[in-house]
């Protein structure tokens, strides 16, 4: 029997943000006319760069990261060493990259399998600042029902955040 539960750092407990209503479409133009009006500059809609359509597109097709590194062949090795040293350039040292790069690259070489499992258990919706992820079943109404005392930690500097 589970006496607590404690989640340290997840994913996929908030619901996503709700679309907004005829109302608040409403009051959003009644605002932006006022502006407007005033000479107020108003605020600039959030577009979907070029990129950020063909990686949703991507997405759609359950291309992930590690498929890429399978494409790129005999580029691979140099594009895994590359983003590894540019992500921890100042915190490790040059072996510790080295070995670091390998091991991912190692990785995304198998075949697919947990990997695919991220596009089945979220999906991705365009913000006001840009796309975010969401669990497709959130986890915030089953933690509300469960009658296990729960705690959820995250960091001032969670990964969750960035």
């Known amino acids: 029997r589970i006496a607590s539960l404690l989640l340290i750092s997840p994913w996929g407990v ?30 600039k809609p959030v577009r979907t760069s070029c990129m950020g359509s063909v990686s949703l597109q991507l997405w759609e097709w359950n291309f992930t990261p590690q498929t890429a590194v399978r494409l ?28 670091v790069g390998d091991y991912l690259l190692n990785i ?19 913000g006001e600042t ?8 959130p986890l915030e109404g089953i933690l ?6 729960t705690m959820l930690v995250y960091g001032d500097q969670d990964w969750i955040y960035k």
């Open 144 to 149: 509300l029902d469960i009658k296990i005392p």
């Open 72 to 99: 790129m062949g005999p580029w691979a090795r140099e594009t895994a060493h590359g983003a590894v040293k540019r992500r921890f350039e100042c915190r490790m040292s040059e072996d510790e990259q080295k070995l």
């Open 14 to 43: 908030v619901e996503p943000p709700l679309p907004p209503s005829k109302e608040e479409i409403e009051e959003l133009k009644e605002n932006l006319q006022i502006a407007k009006e005033r000479g107020e500059s108003p605020p």
């Open 108 to 126: 995304a070489l198998l075949d697919a399998s947990g990997e695919l499992s991220l596009h089945a258990f979220s999906r991705v919706i365009k």
């Open 130 to 137: 840009a796309m975010d992820f969401f669990a497709r079943e």
